[in-house]
């Protein structure tokens, strides 16, 4: 028996959600579970009503040991139909890749448009891991235009899609849509999984969420900052075996796993933590909205109400980024810059002055993008000279792809070299 893949934070092996789709090819999926299992995975198997027409749920249930779910509501029992309600977010939530083989033209129209219609679907859109798509249709089918847009949606939701083989197809046909080879797809199974814990060793320094500056006992300034995509960048270092320190401004998030999170209100007090923090840290992320002014002096009593108009002379904050640039050893020093015009300017500006490896720039301004969204679109101005428009995706997945470039910077290979 080979060694199993262990979770790091668990040591039980990984596990696989196989979601197997109605098509011809419906019956490789059995040697892609046994490729799975033969590399220690833990597999349950998901199987759509169309791929019961092709394979049966007996199959895969001798081959894993396991009840193979074929329904949202497939139990008899009224309080079986209960649980079995909630089940596809207990599965989403128990493992740690989803992998579909065959990916049919329907069931990549329905992941790209987010319908629930069925288990896998609804299981899908409860699922935040690594998903693995390897479709499999007949060649006019796989080249339309419609199943091409919807594999675009999918990738850039950093989806892995094994592409389909070109060879003599079932209906007759010879070009693109054979479904891979099972052991290609249990590799990139296995690649996907192993790419979660490339930042073993690494210790990241996150700052993220506004800074609150008071004005007195009462009142602060701040911004609208949320904290999403520092706690995206935390979660996802912390999920690919980093050691994580967040220093956090006042935000209303929980923390996220296995991350050490330290509360501070002002720009003051995150400066103190993010040098008492500094010593071990190979990457520094400065995710935080910091307040550029504050008021040096704050009354001990409330401002009262006595003229028609107030005045407050605010002092510049420190500029915590520009420090750590100033005395950056051999971390790799990230910033951001938040900006509401001229974004490749301001961030190339940005990487020279504050001496930073990565500036991420985001526009702000809109309701959709940048600030509180779950969404962002940023562009990475890195030391190499290169500037990177990302297409626009969520917080979390953003924060991966960051973290990528950031590997890739550490490893002195250009952006070009990072092959997703
Ligand atoms: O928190 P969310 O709602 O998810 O929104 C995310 C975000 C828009 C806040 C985030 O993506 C972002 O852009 N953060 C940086 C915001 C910012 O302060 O930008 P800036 O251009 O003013 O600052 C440039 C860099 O210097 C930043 O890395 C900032 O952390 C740092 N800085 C700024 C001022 C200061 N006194 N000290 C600093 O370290």
Redesign the pocket.
Known sequence: MPAEPQDAETTKPQRVVLGVAGGIAAYKAAELCRALIQRGFAVQVVMTAAAEEFIRPLTFAALTGRKVITGLFSSSSSEDTLSSAVEHIGVAQENDLLVVAPATADLLARFAHGLADDFLSTMYLAFTGPVVLAPAMNTNMWLHAATQANLEVLRARRHRIVEPEDGFLACGMVGPGRLADPEVIADAVAAELNRRRDLEGEVVLI???PTQEPLDPVRFLSN???????YALAAAAAERGARVILVSGPVQLPAPRNVKVVPVRT?NEMRTEVFENLDSATIVI?????A?FHLANVPHQKIKKTAARLSLELDP?????AELGRNKRDFLLI?????TENLEGEAKR?LET?NCDMI?G?L?GGDDV???SDQ?EVALALRTGEFLKLPRAS?RELADEILDHALNLRQGLSSKAHGR
């Open positions: 700052t993220a969420g609208r900052s949320s904290g999403k995509m520092g720009a400065k995710a935080a909205a910091v550029d904050t420190p500029d915590i980024l910033g951001f810059a938040a900006e940005k504050k991420v985001n702000v940048g600030f509180e962002n917080k």
